[in-house]
C-alpha cells in the first residue's frame, strides 16, 4: 500500500489540517501517516488558540516516520514559525520523492496561520524543496506580489512564483469567469495546463485547499504523473465542495469522504433492496398481484437525481404458476417506470424512497383501505406530458400526491393501450415488503 506523509497543523474542528489530510488519504486508498506542527483551538467559525509545538517534536515525528514507514510522496501544511520551517527543511533534504506544499497563509475565517517573520524561509529555504506548491488566489498574490484578477494574472503570478524556486505551480480557485472556476498549472517546462469546473452555488467552504493538496499527495504517491494527479485532485476537491455539510454555525466543511459516503449508500441500498426482493419472492400468494407487464422493486439513493440512482431488479419479478421468481440480479438503472415514480415521490417528500407495482383490481383497492391511498386519471394527461417520452407517471405521481401527500399507494385505472397499475411506497424496502404482507392479508380474508 502507498504511504503518505502529512507534515502539518491540527485543526479541532476536523475540517482542515491533520484531520481533513487524513480523511483524504484514506477515501483515495493511502496510508497516511502525520507529523503535526501546531494545535489549533479550531471550529468552523474561527480559530481561538494556536499552540505551537517544539521544533524537536515535530523533528522526532518526521524521523519516526521516515525511519520505518518510507512514505512515497509528503505533503507540507501548516509550518506556522521560522524554527519549524528549519526542521522540516532538514527533515526533506535528500527525500528524493513528490513533495507537496500548501502554501498555508490564512485561516479560511481569517486568523494568521504563518507568522509574518517566517514567510521569507518559507519563500528561500522551503519552497525549492518542493515538487509542487499549490496556493489559492490570496495566497497567489501575497507570494507573487502581483493582483490576481484574470486569467493572465493567474498564469504570471504562478510564473513568478515557480521564479522563486517551485518545480512547479498550480494556483488554485480563480473565480475569472461568472459560472466557472479555473486552477491553472505551470509545470517543470513552463506549459500551462487549465483546469476549470462549474462554480459551486456555494459560499466558501472551509478545507477545499488542505483537502486538494492531500489529494494531489496521494495521487502522486500512487504514481500517477502530475498534470494527471492535479486534474483527478481538482475533480476530486469540485466534488467534496459539491456536497459539502454544514456540521457547524460558521463555514460548511468540504467533505472529502463523500465519495465513500456515496460507495456506502450504493452498497447499503443494494443490499436492503436484495433482502427485500427475496422476501417478497417468498410470501405465500404474491404472484396474484404480479401485472401483466410484471413487477418491479425498487430503492433510490438518498440523494437520487435521475434513473441511475435508483437500484431495481433487472428484468423484473415475474410469475411462474404459482411463484414470484426475480429474474436477474439488483443494478441501479433497471426500472424506467418504477424508478421514475419514485424519484416523483421523493420530489416532493425525499424520506419516502422504495416502490413496487402490483396489478390494479376494484377488490385490490379494496384491500388497500387499512393505508392511505391516492389515486389519477391518464386520461386526464395533459397533452404537453403526452408528448414528452418518460413524463407520464411522473405526472400522474405529483397529480395524485396533490390531493394526498402522504400516500401509501397511487393507483390508475389505465387507458387506451395502458394496463391499470398500483404503485405501493415506502420509506424503505423493509416499509414496502410490511406493507404488501398488509395488502396480501386482506386479499386472502
Not at 13 to 21: K, L
Amino acid at each position: 500500500m502507498k504511504i503518505a506523509l502529512s507534515i502539518a497543523g491540527s485543526d479541532s474542528g476536523a475540517g482542515a489540517g491533520i484531520q481533513a489530510d487524513l480523511k483524504t488519504f484514506s477515501a483515495l486508498g493511502v496510508y497516511g501517516c502525520t507529523a503535526i506542527t501546531a494545535v489549533t483551538a479550531q471550529n468552523t467559525k474561527q480559530v481561538s488558540e494556536i499552540y505551537e509545538l517544539p521544533p524537536a517534536a515535530v523533528e522526532a515525528q518526521i524521523n519516526s516516520v521516515m525511519a520505518d514507514l518510507s512514505p512515497d510522496a509528503i505533503k507540507v501544511g501548516m509550518v506556522y514559525s521560522k524554527s519549524i520551517i528549519d526542521v522540516v527543511v532538514k527533515s526533506l533534504e535528500g527525500f528524493g520523492k513528490p513533495v507537496v506544499l500548501d502554501p498555508i497563509l490564512a485561516a479560511g475565517t481569517g486568523a494568521r496561520l504563518l507568522r509574518d517573520d517566517a514567510l521569507p524561509d518559507f519563500i528561500s529555504k522551503l519552497m525549492p524543496l518542493c515538487t509542487l506548491v499549490t496556493p489559492n488566489r490570496m495566497e497567489a498574490e501575497r507570494l507573487s506580489g502581483i493582483r490576481v484578477e484574470s486569467e493572465k494574472d493567474g498564469v504570471e503570478a504562478a510564473r513568478r512564483i515557480k521564479k522563486l524556486g517551485a518545480e512547479n505551480v498550480i494556483v488554485k480557485g480563480g473565480h475569472f469567469g461568472r459560472s466557472t472556476v479555473t486552477d491553472l498549472l505551470i509545470d517543470s517546462k513552463g506549459k500551462v495546463v487549465r483546469m476549470a469546473n462549474p462554480r459551486v452555488a456555494i459560499e466558501e467552504s472551509h478545507g477545499s485547499g488542505c483537502n486538494f493538496s492531500s489529494a494531489v499527495t496521494a495521487f502522486l504517491a500512487r504514481q500517477f504523473s502530475l498534470a494527471d494527479a492535479c486534474r483527478m485532485a481538482n475533480q476530486y476537491v469540485h466534488d467534496a465542495i459539491k456536497n459539502a455539510v454544514r456540521v457547524g454555525r460558521g463555514l460548511p466543511v468540504t467533505n472529502p469522504l463523500s465519495a465513500i459516503y456515496k460507495d456506502a449508500a450504493r452498497y447499503n441500498t443494494l443490499v436492503e433492496l436484495q433482502k427485500a426482493v427475496s422476501q417478497i419472492a417468498a410470501m405465500p400468494g404474491f404472484y396474484r398481484l404480479i401485472p401483466e407487464t410484471q413487477t418491479n422493486f425498487v430503492y433510490a439513493l438518498p440523494d437520487a437525481q435521475d434513473i441511475s440512482d435508483v437500484a431495481a431488479v433487472r428484468g423484473r419479478i415475474v410469475k411462474a404458476g404459482t411463484a414470484a421468481v426475480p429474474v436477474a440480479g439488483i443494478e441501479f438503472g433497471a426500472s424506467r417506470h418504477v424508478g421514475s415514480a419514485v424519484l416523483a415521490y421523493m420530489s416532493l417528500n425525499p424520506s419516502v424512497r422504495s416502490a413496487i407495482n402490483i396489478r390494479y383490481d376494484e377488490t385490490l383497492v379494496k384491500s388497500l383501505r387499512s393505508l392511505r391511498v391516492g389515486s389519477y386519471d391518464r386520461s386526464a394527461e395533459p397533452e404537453s406530458v403526452k408528448a414528452k417520452e418518460g413524463a407520464t407517471i411522473p405526472w400522474g405521481i405529483r397529480a395524485a400526491l396533490a390531493k394526498k401527500l402522504d400516500a401509501d399507494a397511487v393507483y390508475h385505472t389505465g387507458d387506451i393501450g395502458k394496463e391499470p397499475m398500483t404503485i405501493v411506497f415506502g420509506k424503505d424496502p423493509a416499509e414496502v415488503v410490511q406493507k404488501i404482507g398488509l395488502i396480501l392479508k386482506k386479499v386472502r380474508q
